[in-house]
């Protein structure tokens, strides 16, 4: 061997794998203002399509007149329920096994409802026509109240289904009823609050908010009638179920259905379903003959597309004096809005939400989910986790802290008495869920070692003190949480969209020169797969990560696959990634065999070669391979160096994490600082570093704008009363905490590469934790549950309401 | 819509075109003159996805209309790089500190920058934030954009850049 050859670890440095804080590659296009997306396509004879809206939250639709908008110059066309009726596209199935409106037809059920499609030469004039549609209402009582939904004089929303007992999800119990989802053991649960020493019971509220991605939703359809093909370029998190869900509904062969999802501006669970203005899109496309582009503007996206959350969580919790968790009850009433159009697996109507039960070990515990109708945009996305996860994950940790108040011990030695240890790994929990890997104590002590917890808390207190004594008008706070995600969905047995199983794909092409191109079925909305996936590739294969192309989102070249949300592109699309590498790596080694003369199990791997064992001057790289494999392969192999992979996960994965966050209220005037943010994560294996810091930062500020102010709020009459930036708030780089963050790694142990996933791990233990804070800093006065958003106005009314104004 | 003649220098060429007087900067920017960098995120001059420098001031261009820009010299992110193809150090800057990610929000938050530390060679963490306060950004929390705004700073000044500890 030559003196100069480098050793493997300075190779394996030279490849970027995994571990590697690896520069983005995509920012090269980002930093200069290329980026491709949506809106940045025109085509030739590109109209454009603009919707009238509703301002009525119910209404009866009495007459619809288009004549003054069709007149205006640069009119195209208007499109009515009427004329989406000649394609049978007035109604279009909804994700979630309903059905929703694409125009109104007949009436209106939330404010801001799409009612008519307006297409002209450009924006402007499309936005001016859309003006001039005349809609003859009938105003009808409405209301946004999921509390009320079931009452029995409450307003019938839907008379489509009406009458209907059975709806996707089972038997309905009143006309605004959608399902009745349960889970876990009512009579062993009932049991154990009978027994308990201890009981809390408190309604915890997580208010519907909106995932808010700086880019709205947007496509532009082009339909050509002479190929009979559809190409359509969107904002979609999940391109093939576009595919397949357009071809359902449009009896367009999928085949002639090209969708192209290029750079997306963010996505938090805002791109994943179908929206009216795709399908509207489509049609004008197909009418008009023309491509025809949709861009919904910010109101729009507030008000119509993809709310989340809106979660009314009766959470009960039953202990033993000392400490011990006996037992968890939850009533949840989920209000879906006018139409279920919530983003989760099939079969799971309230998600994932049955990992209520977190990171402790429960002996019993049943969970009950009425979801229902009201006067509300429909949805019910998982902004930026897995399905109901953060809702779920809000519920547990704000009764473990209402508890541990009620016990008068500290919240941290009380989640240390229950998390689920070590050894108990891998863990089924008390719905069945199998906990693949975790290591509790250790992160909660790492977390509470390193922010000095124990001084913290006599800083408290003597604050308190001096509080009582009027020497400060200043509380202290401090926010602990601990939280197990559910993520990677999912597993063929518990998961399928529509009946398409929750797999999902790579495939890898090694070109001569040991170059190569990995395409899946996932679709980056910011997490930087085009970085990542090549760093897997890297360390499998021993090629360099910049010699590999990333590809997703054009479903006429990508392997079928489920798309990215629920953190599952790692999980999945990187396990499919890991796998196909070790179909190519299988391969190579047989070439290197035939070419080094000795049987593949005389080889072993070294980084980036086989070499033969004992012997590591005989070697073969794996670039030298990829050459091979295309002129000198064994007699009777295929010429070539690729491979597929469809992952069909084995379990989902459970990142977890222990965050503390430490705030200071004034009372008089209710503005909370955010003195620290210390976040430790745990997503198994990592795979860039530098990524998975801007994760959690990026998941973090998500948390701090819910928890701290946002809602997207109605008023008695429907008006949505949040619609724009104006209102809605979204954290500037001013009121941003800086954050801290940490980790442990355990990771995954039926995952290839042990990676669990983090993008949403920061927002699922974020919101808990900075609401654990500002509930921490009342508490010692006797309050329970100061409810989320913790903006000024609601916690100078806590204050208030404790009478400390007077 | 009878239509105004508008001139003005943009990214360092001479431009005249024929827009409607209500035509939003943006909008002529993006569709008329192909410049697609700079973003629209929220039509309420909330988010600074169209920030654009205009005659040394940044602007958020949905809220300029083309008449208004009549005359004016225009730097959008497109011209921030050398003509060479070198990228600006804020361009570099924002790589190297992993100051994005979607990437939406970029294009304005680095012109942004760039104002900012023409009007301020070496500000404080706190300066940088106020001063990109009508920028928004939702995937990196920004914290690392501060870091890259604190890096392009240090290269300008010729010192070398360090972290502040966390």
């Known amino acids: 061997m030559n003196e100069m050859t480098p050793t493997s670890a300075e190779r394996a440095e030279k490849l970027q794998g995994m571990g590697c804080k690896r520069k983005r590659v995509e920012d090269i296009r980002f930093v200069q203002g290329k980026g491709n997306y949506v809106d940045d396509i025109t085509l030739p004879g590109m109209l454009y399509g603009d919707f009238t809206r509703s301002p009525h939250a119910h209404a009866r639709v009495k007459t619809i007149d288009t004549t003054k908008a069709a007149a205006v110059p640069g009119v195209v066309a208007v499109i009515t329920a009427e004329t989406l009726k000649t394609v049978n596209l007035a109604w279009m199935p909804t994700l979630a096994g309903d059905v929703q409106m694409v125009l109104a037809d007949g009436k209106v059920v939330f404010q801001n409802q799409e009612v008519a499609f307006v297409i002209a030469e450009d924006r402007y004039t499309a936005a001016d026509a859309a003006e001039l549609v005349e809609v003859e209402y009938e105003a009808l009582p409405c209301n946004v109240d999921p509390l009320k939904a079931m009452a029995a004089n409450a307003p019938v929303i839907r008379e489509d289904v009406k009458d209907k007992k059975e709806g996707a999800h089972g038997p309905r119990k009143h006309y605004n009823h959608v399902f009745n989802w349960q889970a876990g053991d009512k009579v062993a649960a009932d049991a154990a609050f009978e027994k308990a020493d201890v009981t809390i019971k408190e309604m915890i509220v997580y208010p519907r908010v909106h995932p808010c991605p700086l880019e709205t939703c947007q496509c532009v359809a082009s339909f050509d009638k002479i190929r009979g093909e559809l190409t359509l370029w969107g904002t979609f998190q999940a391109p093939h179920v576009i595919r397949t869900v357009g071809s359902l509904i449009s009896k367009i062969p999928e085949h002639k259905i090209h969708v192209i999802a290029p750079d997306i501006g963010g996505g938090f669970g805002n791109k994943v379903g179908a929206y009216p203005g795709y399908i509207c899109a489509i049609v004008a496309s197909i009418v008009t003959g023309r491509p025809v582009k949709w861009v919904e503007d910010r109101i729009e996206n507030l ?20 400490g011990k968790v006996t037992g968890l009850r939850c009533y949840t009433v989920a209000d879906h809005g006018a139409f279920d159009a919530c983003a989760n697996a099939t079969k799971w109507p309230a ?27 429909p949805g019910g996305v998982a902004y930026r986790c897995s399905f109901r996860v953060t809702e779920a994950a809000y519920a547990i940790e704000r009764a473990m802290d209402i508890m541990a108040q009620k016990l008068k011990m500290d919240p941290v ?7 689920i240890r070590r050894e108990q790994f891998p863990y089924t929990s008390t719905f069945g869920w199998v906990y693949d890997s975790g290591d509790y104590h250790t992160a909660l002590n790492k977390a509470v070692e390193t922010v000095g917890y124990k001084k913290l808390r006599v800083e408290q207190k003597k604050q308190q003190e001096a509080f009582k004594r009027g020497e400060t008008r200043e509380l202290m706070g401090i926010g602990v949480a601990f939280f197990t995600e559910i993520v990677g969905a999912g597993p063929s047995r518990n998961c399928d969209i529509l009946g398409i199983a929750m797999f999902d794909s790579a495939e890898i092409r090694i070109h001569p020169t040991g170059s190569g191109i990995c395409r899946l079925g996932t679709k980056s909305q910011g997490q930087g797969h085009e970085t990542t996936y090549a760093q897997i590739i890297a360390t499998e294969l021993g090629l360099p990560a910049d010699n590999i192309m990333v590809e997703e989102g054009n479903t006429d070249t990508a392997p079928y696959g489920l798309g990215t949300y629920g953190s599952r592109s790692t999980p999945v699309s990187g396990a499919a990634t890991a796998m196909a590498c070790r179909k190519i790596k299988a391969k190579a080694q047989m070439i290197a065999a035939y070419m080094l003369e000795v049987h593949d199990d005389d080889l072993e791997w070294d980084v980036d070669r086989f070499r033969v064992k004992g012997n590591p001057e005989r070697f073969k790289t794996m670039t030298e391979l990829a050459w091979a494999a295309y002129h000198e392969v064994p007699p009777g192999m295929e010429p070539g160096l690729e491979a597929i992979n469809y992952y069909d996960p084995p379990n989902f994965t459970f990142p977890f994490g222990a965050y503390i966050c430490v705030v200071d209220v004034d009372v008089d005037t209710g503005s909370t600082k955010v003195r620290r943010f210390y976040a430790l994560d745990d997503c198994g294996t990592r795979i860039n570093p530098m990524i998975i810091e801007g994760q959690i930062h990026g998941g973090l500020t998500e948390a701090f704008g819910i928890a701290m102010g946002q809602e997207i709020h109605y008023d008695e009459d429907g008006n949505v009363t949040t619609a724009s930036l104006m209102d809605y708030f979204l954290p500037t780089a001013v009121e941003t905490p800086k954050w801290e963050v940490d980790f442990t790694t355990t990771p995954s142990p039926h995952h290839p590469i042990g990676a669990k996933g983090v993008g949403e791990s920061p927002n699922v233990g974020g919101v808990p934790c900075f609401s654990n804070a500002v509930n921490d800093a009342f508490g010692f006065l006797g309050s329970t549950n100061i409810p989320m958003p913790h903006d000024n106005w609601r916690t100078w009314t806590a204050a208030e309401n404790l009478g400390l104004h007077k | 819509m009878a239509k105004s003649q508008v001139s003005m220098t943009v990214n360092g060429k001479k431009v005249e075109e024929l827009v409607e007087p209500r035509t939003l900067l943006i909008h002529f920017l993006r569709e008329q003159l192909h410049l697609t960098g700079p973003h629209i995120g929220c039509d309420t001059s909330h988010c600074g996805a169209c920030t654009v420098d205009l005659d040394g ?77 009508g920028n928004l950004c939702r995937c990196t929390g920004y914290q690392n954009i501060v870091k890259a705004i604190q890096y392009a700073a240090a290269k300008i000044s010729g010192v070398p850049f360090q972290e502040a500890a966390e």
């Open chain 1, 303 to 322: 008000s119509t597309t993809a709310f989340a959350r809106d979660f009314y969580m009766e959470t009960e919790i039953a202990a033993t004096k000392d």
């Open chain 1, 351 to 377: 998600g994932l939400f049955s990992i209520i039960s977190g990171s402790y070990d429960i002996p019993a515990a049943h969970v009950s989910v009425d979801g229902v109708y009201t006067n509300k945009a």
């Open chain 1, 413 to 419: 030695e009380f989640r240390m008495k229950n998390l």
């Open chain 2, 57 to 133: 001031k940044s602007v958020k261009s949905c809220t300029v209309f083309t008449v208004q820009a009549n005359g004016a010299d225009i730097r959008t992110i497109e011209g921030m790089a050398a003509a060479d193809g070198t990228l600006h150090v804020l361009q570099e800057a924002f790589r190297e500190m992993h100051g994005l990610q979607c990437g939406f929000c970029t294009p304005g938050m680095i012109t942004r920058a760039y104002r900012l530390l023409q009007e301020n060679k070496n500000p404080t963490e706190e300066e940088i934030r106020l001063g990109i306060s």
